[in-house]
């Protein structure tokens, strides 16, 4: 892979419609507020109309777009992190995200794979603490190390351990019908990263969290603490508290979890 000639670019997924809720406005004018000296692109559908000053565009697929299972389509495809690769790092900025200072190239020197809010594990019950890092709404990735999980050899389940999992215990009838899987699974192409991403059914976000070290150990994700300097998602009067009373980098889905916290920050 040939080195990336800049260090970070800005990606702002868009919705599969032209005008924007009053809410998204907002989002953007953070952005523009705040990062407006990046290189920023809109990721949108091929078939959709729309520029906007100071944006440049990445296109993809229309099935890529219009809802939760096609964005998490696109952002564990290839194709998205191969059209970042002028660059080292991608900023992920979904327009339920807000920023609220410049701290992008900071953030980019903590030589990170992935950043993102830390998640709750209750989220009715923030004293249990966070899980773990992090939503992919307002997130920062390394182009690199994505493409390393993306590419990996390792497999997802050695071939024996599926067997015994899934078919070893079936009628002898079943497992005779199933028989070519158990070979099959010793093809790498059958069982690498990318078979598992085209199967993968929860949020693209919980995949870079808690299987891309299967595929690639090295990839570093952010310890919660730091994160949470990062960002805040659910209760960020919880998070104000434990981030020492200090707003974070960035935030996401401001208008979902308590909005009147943030109604005083926003520019309108």
């Known amino acids: ?18 005008d924007l809720m009053p809410e998204e406005q907002i989002s953007l004018n953070h952005l523009v507020n705040y990062l407006g000296s990046y290189d920023k692109y809109l990721v949108i559908p091929k078939s959709l109309k729309v520029q906007y000053p100071g944006f440049g565009l990445k296109r993809f697929s229309d099935r890529f777009f219009g809802s939760v299972q096609a964005h998490t389509r696109l952002m564990l ?16 900025y979904h327009l339920d995200a807000l920023v609220f ?14 950043i993102g809010a830390p998640w709750l594990k209750f989220k009715r019950s923030p004293q249990a603490g966070f899980s773990r890092v992090g939503n992919g709404g307002f997130s920062l990735r390394k182009i690199a ?41 010793h093809l790498n192409v059958f069982n690498n990263a990318r078979w598992r991403m ?8 919980h995949f870079w969290s808690e299987e891309a070290t299967r595929f690639y150990p090295q990839f570093g994700i952010a310890p ?14 919880f998070c104000y508290e434990k981030n020492n009373y200090t707003l974070p980098f960035g935030c996401h889905a401001w208008f979902k979890y308590d ?5 005083p920050y926003l520019l309108r």
């Open 198 to 205: 085209r199967r993968y059914r929860r949020n693209e976000d």
């Open 145 to 185: 190390s994505f493409l390393k999980v993306i590419d990996s050899p390792v497999v997802f389940m050695e071939p024996t351990e599926h067997w015994e999992l899934f078919w070893a215990s079936k009628p002898k009838h079943v497992q005779y019908v199933n028989l070519p899987r158990k070979y099959l699974k």
């Open 77 to 92: 495809s290839r194709r998205f992190y191969e059209a970042f690769l002028d660059y080292e790092y991608v900023l992920i």
């Open 259 to 263: 909005r009147e916290f943030w109604e």
């Open 224 to 237: 919660v603490e730091l994160a949470l300097r990062f960002a805040f998602e659910c209760a960020p009067r």
């Open 101 to 114: 200072s410049d701290q992008l190239l900071q953030w980019c020197a903590a030589d990170l794979d992935y």
């Open 1 to 18: 892979m040939r080195p990336a000639a800049k260090k970070v670019a800005v990606a702002v997924p868009m919705p599969s419609r032209e």
